[in-house]
């Protein structure tokens, strides 16, 4: 297990309420060009195992922030940078009484693509990484949520982010027969179809590609299944809905989702807390 350089648990800044104890938060930036943007402090537990599509890279800011991660347990510290790939089961508590508080940004796939060109996702062995190269590339993008990011300040920061993480992880090439652009034609047809349902043979037939060879192109390329993509974008459809005040049963419905419990389902599984959790812990002003 890594361990990286320390603060005084002490550090820790939560809200606190009558009782005496604190209250769990977050606060978020406005999602921006395919990246989310949180603080957050948690006292005990924080989510329940989960995964997402996403890229997960932040910072400990205070305390121990104590994860389950490719069945083993991390113990992240201020000082280092954690680098969690999408699709990978994790989840997130307190290692200490007094707490942690983490900044942590959301990253797509195809973004970190983008700039690499096609070649195979960043993986960071056991999600923690003491390298100065990821520090110094994550600062721009872990800075403050309170300070709107410039879109190309955040353009810049994520080609930077993304060469790094593939310096750090010294990934290997892809097999030759894989292909990109299949994937990238799949991933545009279900951008345009999130409100029915998808098969993969329509997927193959938009791509050029076949049916199994699409579907491990896909997961090379953007981290997850095709299928695991369309819900993740449902749900992101429905956080979007709930924001702006929608009722949960009605955001379910407008995202594609049979009803609300199929919906919460996913969206335990995708962030480890309920849909009414989430929205409890939000800060109102940085909904």
């Known amino acids: 297990m890594q361990q990286q350089d320390t603060k005084p648990a002490s550090t820790v800044n939560a809200t606190v309420n009558a009782t005496g104890l604190a209250h769990d938060w977050i606060r978020r930036a406005p999602a921006q060009g395919g990246v989310e943007r949180i603080e957050a402090f948690f006292q005990h537990n924080g989510y329940a195992l989960h995964r997402h599509d ?101 353009d810049d920061a994520l ?49 050029g590609r076949d049916r199994w060879s699409l579907s491990r192109d896909f997961r090379a390329f953007f981290g997850t299944s095709p299928h695991r993509y369309l819900t993740m974008r449902r749900l992101d459809a429905a956080r979007q809905s709930m924001l702006g005040g929608m009722a949960l049963v009605d955001a379910a419905a407008a995202a594609g989702f049979a009803d609300q419990s199929h919906m919460t389902r996913h969206f335990v599984a995708a962030y480890g807390v309920t849909p009414s959790r989430w929205l409890r812990m939000l800060d109102p002003q940085t909904r």
């Open 54 to 154: 996403t890229y997960a890279i932040g910072r400990t800011l205070a305390g121990v922030q104590s994860f389950h991660y490719r069945r083993s347990v991390r113990n992240s510290l201020p000082g280092g940078t954690m680098v969690l790939h999408p699709d990978e089961m994790h989840d997130g508590q307190a290692g200490t009484e007094e707490g942690f508080r983490y900044r942590m940004i959301y990253v797509e796939p195809a973004l970190f693509q983008a700039a690499l060109g096609g070649k195979p996702l960043p993986f960071i062995e056991g999600g923690l990484s003491t390298d100065p190269r990821l520090a110094a590339a994550t600062e721009a993008l872990l800075q403050g949520i309170d300070r709107a990011m410039d879109p190309l300040e955040q």
């Open 159 to 207: 080609f930077d982010l993304a060469h790094a993480l593939d310096a750090v992880s010294g990934a290997r090439p892809l097999r030759a027969s894989a292909d990109f652009r299949a994937a990238q034609r799949a991933r545009d047809y279900m951008h345009a179809s999130l409100e029915r349902p998808v098969t993969l043979d329509e997927l193959a037939a938009a791509s």
